[in-house]
């Protein structure tokens, strides 16, 4: 029996060819059989084991070596899923191997060493001061006091972060490169200051984001926001409020399907 298969011509054809169209026919249940029963390099186990702690019985392992009547039938699906499966096997070594050598060209593990200075990515904090608009995607450097194993570390925190937990994901921080301050010594970080409010300038209310009871108090109190970004966002009394009817109805309108 004859197995006709597409050969690959260059690495980036072996990631995105159509490995359905590449196989004999009946090749994918082979090829899914082959990936669930081949050793991975990141587990060291199939994930067959892994899954279920067996390897489904392919036919391949309980043919009998030995047997001299087989059928011809039985000896040429024999042939094309010995031929299916190694060919399936080299195609993932090959995308395998191509992924690999993607990813480390870009990608370099940074030295995690305590005494290193790194820098915190700002996503998760609520407590750092101005306009979330105008916030740093990170802040830093801080330096490294103590390593939990390869994916998280402890940071000696100062400043607005002090009260923070220290210890972080090697996801949300990188290294801290300190050539521009070697270059530019005589550079300053500016602190972020906010334009005062034009006198005679009235704050517009864009939205109404939450409403609250405060204690001892029968009136609600409503967080608005304001459509100058620079302008923070306030609880207000309605009285306080200009066109309350309007803006209370839109935010009633938006919170029935929560509720």
Known sequence: MTIQIQEPKSPWEIVHMDWVTALPPGGDRTLELAYKTSIHSSTGNTPEILEKGWNTGLPYDTLKKDLVDIHPTASSFKLMLDKSRHHANRFM???????????????????????????????????????????????????????????????????????????????????????????????????LEIPPLEEGEEKQILKVLKERRARNKKERE??????????????????????????????????????
């Open 93 to 191: 070594q090959y995308s395998f191997k191509y992924a690999k050598e993607r990813w480390d060209k870009s990608h370099k593990p940074p030295g995690f060493k305590i005494g290193y200075l790194f820098l915190v990515s700002t996503l998760n904090f609520n407590n750092i001061k101005g306009p979330k608009k105008f916030k740093d995607s990170f802040s830093g450097p801080f330096m490294i006091k103590a390593l939990h194993g390869p994916n998280a570390v402890q940071l000696e925190l100062t400043g607005e972060l002090m009260n923070k937990h220290p210890t972080f994901p090697v996801s949300l921080i990188k290294p801290y490169s300190s050539s521009y301050k070697e270059l530019f010594p005589l550079r300053n970080k500016p602190p």
């Open 222 to 259: 409503y967080l608005v926001r304001y459509i100058n970004p620079t302008q923070e966002d306030e609880w207000l009394l309605v009285k306080d409020i200009k066109n309350y009817d309007k803006l209370l109805r839109r935010f009633r309108h938006k919170r029935k399907p929560e509720e």
